[in-house]
T-cell receptor, first 115, second 112 residues
């Protein structure tokens, strides 16, 4: 049981390049999330998917797109990377609960440097 | 602006001492959660307290919630060097579904 896995672990891009961050979970969770973490800013939600087939914008969606490929996988794409997107990206998953605010399980993160 | 703000931003204590960190938030919540992040790693869930609960315990952790003051505290008793990490509070807003809003974190250093 690997939990939440992310690839790659580390990536360097040049401004304007594109890339896709991959995330997969094996806990049969309905909901998945993408966050970015910057120094002193905590975690900020980029996009989330409440269930397979749905995606919604979070707090900071500009410059990103997502795909919920199936129940297990949720990818984050940067179409034209900018230095402001240098950050650590975390994927998380959770059950979907009627009461809301289910516990989230996080992957190890992807460190992205945009030059 | 951040929903959750932790205080203090950084805390340094000796092994065996207790560590207390606080979280304040702005709007109505369903629950509040605390997570730990070791350097360079993902976040790990510690404890969840619902809006109708006032105190919860888990091992050496004690969490309180005061919804009238919109604040929570996390107490780690008899701290160990292995407790060195960043601690984040996260709030599940009323009507916010399963989304969580994270605070800026408290960096705890436990020295031998």
């Amino acid at each position: 049981n690997a939990g939440v896995t992310q690839t790659p672990k580390f990536q360097v891009l040049k401004t304007g390049q594109s890339m896709t961050l991959q995330c997969a979970q094996d806990m049969n969770h309905n909901s998945m999330y993408w966050y970015r973490q910057d120094p002193g800013m905590g975690l900020r939600l980029i996009y989330y998917s409440a269930s397979e087939g749905t995606t919604d914008k979070g707090e900071v969606p500009n410059g990103y797109n997502v795909s919920r490929l199936n129940k297990r996988e949720f990818s984050l794409r940067l179409e034209s990377a900018a230095p402001s997107q240098t950050s650590v990206y975390f994927c998380a998953s959770s059950d979907w609960g009627l009461a809301g605010g289910e516990t989230q399980y996080f992957g190890p993160g992807t460190r992205l440097l945009v030059l | 602006s951040q929903q959750g703000e932790e205080d203090p931003q950084a805390l340094s204590i000796q092994e065996g001492e207790n560590a207390t960190m606080n979280c304040s938030y702005k709007t109505s919540i369903n629950n509040l959660q605390w997570y730990r992040q070791n350097s360079g790693r993902g976040l790990v869930h510690l404890i969840l307290i619902r809006s109708n609960e006032r105190e919860k315990h888990s091992g050496r952790l004690r969490v309180t919630l005061d919804t009238s003051k919109k604040s929570s505290s996390l107490l780690i008793t008899a701290s160990r060097a292995a407790d060195t990490a960043s601690y984040f509070c996260a709030t599940a807003l009323t009507g916010g579904g399963n989304k969580l809003t994270f605070g800026t974190g408290t960096q705890l250093k436990v020295e031998l």
